[in-house]
């Protein structure tokens, strides 16, 4: 299994950015997706969940409003479209898949894992 996490860059804070995973080697279509970040210091937390039918997503209070996860089932791929952006955004950007169709908010519920994509926002 792969997710190739793609997208993150430096942008100003109010900028937007859209990260995207593709996944292989796993059927998609039976995988809850989530994003996680981590900052330098601070553990990895939970940013955003979909289900495998993409309706009612999770999302953290702190993105709540300003980020939208979405998923393509016949692309394999989840994307996480960041607006508003504000420099404690600053993360590595981490994409995962869960085996059980639902969404979590907790790490050790997922199985697999992206090598993470840097975003950096500005003051």
């Known amino acids: 299994v792969q997710l190739q996490a793609s997208g993150g860059g430096l942008v100003q804070a109010g900028g937007s950015l859209r990260l995207s995973c593709a996944a292989s080697?796993?059927?998609?279509?039976?995988?809850?997706m989530g994003w996680f970040r981590q900052a330098p210091g601070k553990e990895r937390e939970f940013v955003a969940g979909i289900r495998w039918s993409g309706t009612n997503p999770l999302y953290a209070d702190s993105v709540k409003g300003r980020f939208t996860i979405s998923r393509d089932n016949a692309k394999n791929t989840v994307y996480l479209q960041m607006n508003s952006l504000k420099p404690e955004d600053t993360a590595v950007y981490f994409c995962a898949a869960k085996r059980m169709p639902n969404w979590s908010a907790l790490r050790g519920d997922y199985d697999y894992w992206g090598q993470g994509t840097q975003v950096t926002v500005s003051s």
């Open positions: 080697g796993l059927t998609f279509s039976s995988y809850a």
